[in-house]
């Protein structure tokens, strides 16, 4: 679970990172 979560969370982060560039 901590893992999935810790995915999921990479996702949103690289998707975060992509719209400030």
């Known amino acids: ?3 999935r ?3 999921e969370k990479l ?3 690289t998707a ?3 719209a400030m560039e």
């Open 5 to 7: 979560l810790g995915c």
């Open 11 to 13: 996702e949103e982060v």
């Open 16 to 18: 975060h990172d992509m």
């Open 1 to 3: 679970v901590a893992t």
